[in-house]
């Protein structure tokens, strides 16, 4: 009782009391650009904290532009929507907020030209290695925020929240607060895909 209370508590803290206000705009609007960011993919053996610089030596955010931190084992966010739609979900390890990846993982065979990615806030990288083995992600990038940076710059009030990025990282319709259906979330990768190519995008050939 004590274990699942402390875990309880501390989804509560991380998502109403660190994330932020619980009247304040939740998540990045339709139409504005997401924030960048770079930080180390949690299967990967790159450790530091997530770089949120837009330029360089921009202090505690960053002495590279997160767009430029770009390798194995680092998840940029601006490397995927250069090269196409997104979906991005935040998510904390605990409770069923990461039903979500199983969701997204679902959808990678059938939207392979769609970025598929996940950033888990605060937590510990071991016990989101093997939440990652249990649910076989393979198509699914996650990252790890240690320090839960990109809560407070994304506007995470809810569990998981999932956001649908255009290519160049345009919000295409509004972020999804909780986890949903097959059936929904498939709908709206959907309708990133056709906002895309009606942007102009078209996927790759081969």
């Given at each position: 009782y004590l274990g699942l209370l402390a875990v309880l508590i501390f989804v509560v803290v991380v998502i109403h009391t660190v994330?932020?206000?619980?009247?304040?705009?939740?998540?990045i609007e339709p139409g504005r650009r997401i924030p960048p960011f770079a930080?180390?993919?949690?299967?990967?053996?790159?450790?530091?904290?997530?770089?949120?610089a837009t330029h360089a030596n921009e202090g505690s955010a960053g002495r590279t532009p997160a767009c430029a931190e770009r390798g194995t084992g680092i998840l940029n966010v601006c490397e995927l929507y250069e090269r196409g739609p997104v979906v991005l979900a935040l998510f904390v390890e605990a409770g069923s907020c990461p039903a979500v990846l199983g969701e997204m993982q679902a959808l990678t065979g059938e939207f392979p030209d769609v970025g598929f990615a996940a950033v888990a806030i605060k937590g510990e990288r071991g016990p989101l290695r093997k939440l990652m083995a249990e649910r076989?992600?393979?198509?699914?990038?996650?990252?790890f925020d240690g320090d839960g940076v990109l809560a407070g710059l994304y506007k995470l009030l809810s569990c998981p929240q999932v956001t649908?990025?255009?290519?160049?990282?345009?919000?295409?319709?509004?972020?999804?607060?909780?986890?949903?259906?097959?059936?929904?979330?498939?709908?709206?990768?959907?309708?990133l895909v056709a906002a895309a190519r009606a942007h102009g995008w078209s996927a790759p050939r081969g």
């Open positions: 994330l932020g206000k619980p009247t304040a705009v939740r998540g930080l180390p993919l949690a299967t990967g053996t790159v450790n530091g904290e997530a770089d949120v076989g992600l393979t198509s699914v990038q996650v990252g649908f990025v255009l290519p160049g990282g345009v919000v295409q319709g509004p972020v999804l607060l909780s986890t949903p259906s097959s059936q929904a979330l498939s709908a709206r990768v959907q309708a």
